[in-house]
């Protein structure tokens, strides 16, 4: 649809019939577009009769200076109006700046105090503990007036112990039973006429020596007092009939038939150094009771029984050496008892030999104490719950038996080096155990050890020695060369381990005591 033509005046009508120009002023405002149009077309063709552009524009300049200024007009506006178009369409498009707030940072944390700074450590024992000899290591050294950890290598995971256990054991004994408390063995009378019935109490230092004769347990209690107690209670009780014809064996502090572990090799029994684990038995059933490595029978129980029969015919029993059978106590009428050395004593006697038996029997007996069935299965939880009174956690402990016989025992060297830093300080009856452990060239297992280049460190290294097949072991407190005092506990493990690997434990030792506090961890 096109916009209407805009009529011209009368007189701009009566000029273009004329052929004459017409004035702006006789076109009406609206119409000029229309008009100079009109006009141009007019002219254009005037102008091509009358030769030319350049003549036309020569007797027409107003009328072409009209036309090109309307053009120019209409170009501009246009121009103007994409212009706008364009910049409107820009203006929505962009958004307008978002000016956020940047909030204030919190002030950095700042401790309360400043940690001092750590000392450079530069006495470095890692190739003593690269030794081909010690296989696979697991250690802990600990400074034992700070607690700091001074050299860790796989310390926190659970190992087999071998008799480093020992120590465990006999921290276990002094919390449950007491420095001074005693194992008793019991006799009292049975329920038929002539029977006595002899009640074992977990004491393995019961000697059938005679007076004046020592076992490898000085000061043990003698079958032979108890005997002569017997036959004189019993004869006072029954003078129509004194003389005892029968002998009740009753081992049944715990249940006689838990006397032996599945990990353990019976050769250990049959070279002498553990019997079966009996509430009833002497000399801790060696062959021969004055010798620490004896070989041991297959019936504790029945050995104990046999000799007290004999010491009732030489205490003088009128109806001599009674037969003997297997039984438990009803009667509470006690005969006769004897007791064993103090438990400070008897830990005395094992750490220094590492005695199998002894400890087998102390952590049964503290089983009992605590009020458990004094059972193999029940020493896990009598020891974790009897260590932890001596403030050492006791994560990842598991324990198969008392002496450490059992590859099936694991703790964790750093637990091992903790508690020695606890027995250090001998609290809580700890230094019983100080005062028993072996001494580096001086005393018990390592009295022949460390030697050559190693001897700096004799009499400066207490230490409890362990070995099972698969393991060397050694763990204790070192009295270092510059005065400080570390505990230490070290671990080599392998499938048949050789016996030189005890030489290179003394030797990583010996780096231990040099270092001192400069032991560093690298």
Known sequence: MTEPEQPLSRRALRD?????????????ADAVPNAVVAEGETAAADAASRGGIGAFVKR?????????LSVGFLLLATGALFAGVSVGSAAAVEPEPVVTATPEPEPRPVPDTIAAPSRLRTCSIDALALDERLTTLYGSVINASTGELLWDRQAATPVRTASVLKVLTAAVALSALGPDYR????VVAGTTPGSVVLVGGGDATLSRLPPGQESVYPGAPKLDDLAAQTVAAYAAANPDAPGITEV??????WNSADK???????????????SEVTALQVDGDRDNPARTTSPRSTDPVARAGQA??????????????????????VATTVLGQVQSQPV??????MLPNSDNTLAEMLARVSSRAIGLDGSAASLNQTFTGVLNTYGVPTTGISIRDGSGLSDLNAVPPQYVAQLFVVINGGGQNLGVITNALPVAGVSGGLANRFTGANAVARGAVLAKTGWIDTSYSLAGIVRAADGSVL?????????GIAENARAALDTLTTGVFTCGDNLSNN
């Not at 052929?19 to 702006?24: H, I, N, Q, T």
């Not at 027409?60 to 090109?68: M, Q, S």
């Not at 032996?260 to 553990?274: K, L, N, P, V």
């Not at 505990?487 to 499938?495: E, G, K, L, Q, V």
């Open 308 to 329: 007290f029969a004999q010491a009732l015919a030489n205490a003088g029993n009128p109806a001599g050496v009674p037969t003997i059978t297997v039984g438990a106590a």
């Open 260 to 274: 032996w572990d599945s990990s353990w090799a019976r050769s250990e029994q049959t070279i002498g150094y553990h």
């Open 248 to 253: 009740v064996l009753d081992s049944t502090y």
């Open 60 to 68: 027409h300049p107003r009328a072409v200076l009209t036309t090109a």
């Open 16 to 28: 273009a019939k004329a052929g004459r120009r017409v004035s702006p002023a006789s076109v009406p």
């Open 487 to 495: 505990t230490f506990s070290f671990h080599a493990i392998r499938d």
């Open 183 to 186: 194992l008793t063995t019991r």
């Open 344 to 349: 400070s004593t008897l830990i005395g006697q």
